[in-house]
C-alpha cells in the first residue's frame, strides 16, 4: 500500500510538470499575484477668499469620491494654503513633498502665500514634474502674482452670459479628458473670458461655439477675436496643466460629462494618461 500511494504521487506530480509544459508551449504563462498600484495623494484647495461659490463642496466631494471609487488617488480637502510648502510641518500635517498633483476647486482671490509658498508651488509642478488642475474660479485668483497666469494660462476677464445655456463645440476629440465629451452640446454653466491667454501658449480642448452666441450691446465681451475657450492642456515645466470653467454651478456636478472630464483630468495630469498640449488654430464647427 506504502508503494502504491508513492506511485500515486509521482504520477500527479508528472502530470502538474507535463500540464505546465503544454500550457508554456502554448504561450499560456502561469499567473502571477499582481502589485496593486500605489495610490496617488492629492491635494483638494477649496478656499475661496473672493467670490463664494456654492459649488465648492461639490467639487472638492466629486474629486474624493473619484478616487475613492477607483482607488486610484486619495484626496486631502482643505480650505487653506498651509500645506502648500515644502517645509516640514508638524501635527501629522502633509506638504507637498507627499503630494502628487494639487486640484484648486473653485478658489478665488488673492491667495495668502509667503514668497516661499509662491516658489514651492511654482516648482512643484515646473521643477518636480507634479500635476495641477484648475476648476473655474481657480482663474479667478492671484491677479498680483504674474507667475501664476503663466502657469494656469491666464486669468479671468468677466463672464460675458453669466450662467446661460452656453453651446459648446469639442475641439479635441483625442484628448483623455475630452474624447467621450459630447462634439457639441448645450451646458447650463457659467464661461470664463480669459485675459493674458492666447491659444498659441495652450492645446483648447472645449470652446464656445461663437456663432451661437449674443453679442448685442454686451459690455462684459472684450475678446475681439470671439475666442472663448472652455477647456485646456498645457506644460508648465515638467509639470502637466489642465483648466476648464465648467463647474460653476452645483448641479453641474451632477452632469457626466464634466464629471469625467475631470477625472480624466485628474488621471491626465498625474501622467497616467498620455494627451497632447500642442496648440491648433481655431476648429471650423
Same mark, same amino acid.
Do not use: P, T
Given at each position: 500500500m506504502k508503494h502504491l500511494r508513492s506511485a500515486v504521487l509521482?504520477? +500527479?506530480s508528472v502530470s502538474c510538470? +507535463?500540464?505546465l509544459l503544454l500550457l508554456q508551449s502554448q504561450g499560456v504563462q502561469a499567473q502571477q499575484p499582481s502589485t496593486p498600484a500605489a495610490r496617488k495623494h492629492i491635494l483638494v484647495i477649496g478656499a475661496a477668499l473672493g467670490y463664494q461659490h456654492d459649488s465648492i463642496p461639490n467639487a472638492m466631494a466629486t474629486v474624493w469620491k473619484m478616487g475613492h471609487d477607483t482607488g486610484l488617488w486619495d484626496a486631502y480637502l482643505r480650505t487653506d494654503y498651509q500645506l502648500i510648502t515644502t517645509k516640514k510641518l508638524t501635527a501629522n500635517a502633509k506638504n507637498l513633498s507627499y503630494f502628487d498633483a494639487i486640484v484648486f476647486a473653485n478658489s478665488t482671490g488673492e491667495m495668502t502665500l509667503d514668497d516661499d509658498q509662491k516658489k514651492d508651488l511654482l516648482a512643484f509642478v515646473h521643477d518636480e514634474g507634479? *500635476?495641477?488642475v484648475g476648476i473655474h474660479a481657480a482663474l479667478d485668483s492671484n491677479y498680483k502674482w504674474p507667475e501664476w497666469g503663466e502657469m494656469l494660462g491666464g486669468w479671468f476677464d468677466q463672464h460675458p452670459w453669466m450662467t446661460f445655456d452656453a453651446p459648446v463645440v469639442r475641439e479635441d476629440g483625442t484628448f483623455p479628458a475630452t474624447k467621450d465629451f459630447p462634439k457639441t452640446s448645450v451646458k447650463k454653466?457659467?464661461?470664463?473670458?480669459a485675459k493674458e491667454w492666447s491659444r498659441d501658449k495652450v492645446n483648447v480642448l472645449l470652446r464656445l461655439d461663437e456663432t451661437k452666441l449674443n453679442y448685442d450691446n454686451n459690455p @462684459?465681451?472684450?475678446r475681439q477675436d470671439h475666442d472663448f475657450a472652455v477647456a485646456w492642456?498645457? =506644460?508648465?515645466?515638467? *509639470? @502637466?496643466?489642465f483648466y476648464s470653467t465648467l463647474g460653476h454651478t452645483p448641479e453641474s456636478w451632477d452632469d457626466p460629462d464634466i464629471t469625467? =472630464?475631470?477625472s480624466e483630468a485628474i488621471k491626465w495630469v498625474l501622467g497616467m494618461t498620455d494627451g497632447s498640449t500642442q496648440s491648433h488654430p481655431k476648429a471650423t464647427n
Open positions: 509521482v504520477l +500527479a510538470l +507535463a500540464l507634479k *500635476g495641477l454653466d457659467e464661461i470664463y473670458q @462684459r465681451i472684450h492642456s498645457k =506644460m508648465y515645466g515638467k *509639470g @502637466r496643466v469625467k =472630464m475631470y
